[in-house]
């Protein structure tokens, strides 16, 4: 009798283990760290966190030496590394008020793919849809009711 609660309970420890990683596909509400990212990316693709770790390690060691030689590195459906050139400027000391002279650089910049932009970004009011919004057509409605006339075509 022994025997069938110690199996019992070794069958309720493995499906509680599989509910918690079928039921783990919600991302944490605060901020990942990296430890965070590569455990939830080990839980969701059944592969050791030390894989994942490999793997990001990877494809930043990829992305600089790219952006290094290339100029840019792009990562699909995410965005692109882009190297920039700053030119000579000059500055201003908040301290004390004297204009200096800030030197020319090289930086980062990264661009975010379209298809990474669209789920983040509400669209612009200069867009399509603010276009479409406030063309005279629509407005022929609005106008009449309020104005008491309509507008001409042409």
């Known amino acids: 009798m022994a025997t069938k609660k110690t199996a019992t309970k070794a069958t309720a420890k493995a499906a509680t283990s599989t509910a918690t990683s079928t039921k783990g596909t919600k991302l944490p509400a605060t901020k990942m760290t990296k430890t965070a990212v590569i455990r939830y ?5 059944e592969v050791s966190p030390k894989q994942i770790g490999a793997f990001l390690s990877l494809l930043i060691e990829t992305a600089v030496a790219q952006t290094r030689k290339q100029g840019e590195f792009t990562i699909p459906g ?3 590394l ?6 000579a400027r000059m500055g201003r000391n908040p301290a004390t008020g004297e204009a200096i002279k800030i030197k020319a650089k090289t930086t ?5 793919a379209k298809a990474a932009r669209m ?3 509400r669209p612009s009011p200069s867009g399509n849809i603010g276009r479409k919004l406030f063309r005279l057509s629509n407005l022929r409605p609005i106008r009449k ?8 075509a042409g």
């Open 78 to 80: 995410l965005g692109k």
């Open 119 to 121: 789920p983040l970004c």
């Open 145 to 152: 009711i309020l104005f008491g006339c309509s507008i001409s």
């Open 108 to 112: 980062v910049k990264f661009r975010l």
């Open 82 to 87: 882009v190297k920039a050139q700053r030119a």
């Open 41 to 45: 990316m080990a839980e969701q693709m």
